[in-house]
């Protein structure tokens, strides 16, 4: 019975699943590196490859977020809109009672979805290698696996950051999805006020 509730909750109103405690953390002990010489320039270049695929994956994150702000921003002024025409009659129906509850539904999935789009746009600290991480000493071989080291260190980091963010970004979705239904739902409404 628990179960059904949840998921008929999660249908009306989904929430974000708390982070468990081994998810939260980094370890911080550096990983032992197995990379024979010869294979250091080519673990040095993929590393390399990954930080500029994490960097790509946080920037669309925060590029879809965006584009949430500003649809549903768009849609519900027109919902906005639309309700001050139909509740400008000097009646009050059944019909206009239920658009306004219609509308306010979709009031609250269009803040929750600015809501969480804000949240993945939500500036934090990242981590990127700079000159004190790469101002060491050493022969070639030693120095690149330093620097890979620290390169890890800095994505495992990052990717935490960018996995939160992406979390927002999917409770975002979940209640962006909804409001598309309840503007069908409206629209549908509307044509049925409008020729009856």
Same mark, same amino acid.
């Not at 500003?70 to 001050?84: C, E, F, G, M, V």
């Given at each position: 019975?628990?179960?059904?509730?949840?998921? /008929?909750?999660?249908?009306?109103?989904?929430?974000?699943?708390?982070?468990?405690?081994?998810?939260?953390?980094?370890?911080?002990?550096?990983?032992?590196?197995?990379?024979?010489?010869?294979?250091?320039?080519?673990?040095?270049?993929?590393?390399?490859?990954?930080?500029?695929?994490?960097?790509?994956?946080?920037?669309?994150?925060?590029?879809?977020?965006?584009?949430?702000?500003?649809?549903?921003?768009i849609a519900s002024?027109?919902?906005?809109?639309?309700n001050s025409v139909?509740?400008?009659?000097?009646?009050?129906?059944?019909?206009?009672?239920?658009?306004?509850?219609?509308?306010?539904?979709?009031?609250?999935?269009?803040?929750?979805?600015?809501?969480?789009?804000?949240?993945?746009?939500?500036?934090?600290?990242?981590?990127? /290698?700079?000159?004190?991480?790469?101002?060491?000493?050493?022969?070639?071989?030693?120095?690149?696996k330093s620097i890979?080291?620290?390169?890890?260190?800095?994505?495992?980091?990052?990717?935490?950051?960018?996995?939160?963010?992406?979390?927002?970004?999917?409770?975002?979705?979940?209640?962006?999805?909804?409001? /598309?239904?309840?503007?069908?739902?409206?629209?549908?409404?509307?044509?049925?006020?409008?020729?009856?």
């Amino acid at each position: 019975m628990k179960k059904q509730i949840n998921q /008929i909750r999660e249908f009306i109103w989904p929430l974000l699943e708390p982070i468990g405690k081994s998810e939260g953390q980094i370890a911080l002990e550096p990983p032992i590196i197995n990379i024979e010489e010869e294979n250091i320039e080519l673990a040095f270049d993929l590393k390399i490859k990954i930080i500029n695929n994490e960097e790509d994956r946080r920037k669309g994150i925060e590029s879809k977020a965006a584009l949430f702000l500003s649809t549903i921003s768009i849609a519900s002024s027109l919902i906005i809109a639309a309700n001050s025409v139909i509740t400008g009659k000097v009646e009050i129906s059944l019909m206009i009672r239920f658009s306004i509850l219609v509308s306010f539904v979709l009031s609250l999935y269009a803040i929750r979805t600015v809501w969480y789009s804000i949240k993945a746009l939500e500036r934090k600290s990242f981590k990127i /290698i700079c000159f004190p991480d790469f101002n060491i000493k050493g022969s070639k071989s030693e120095y690149q696996k330093s620097i890979i080291i620290k390169m890890n260190e800095y994505t495992k980091y990052n990717q935490l950051i960018t996995n939160e963010k992406i979390d927002f970004l999917t409770m975002a979705q979940e209640y962006y999805k909804r409001a /598309i239904v309840i503007i069908c739902l409206y629209t549908f409404l509307i044509c049925i006020y409008s020729f009856c």
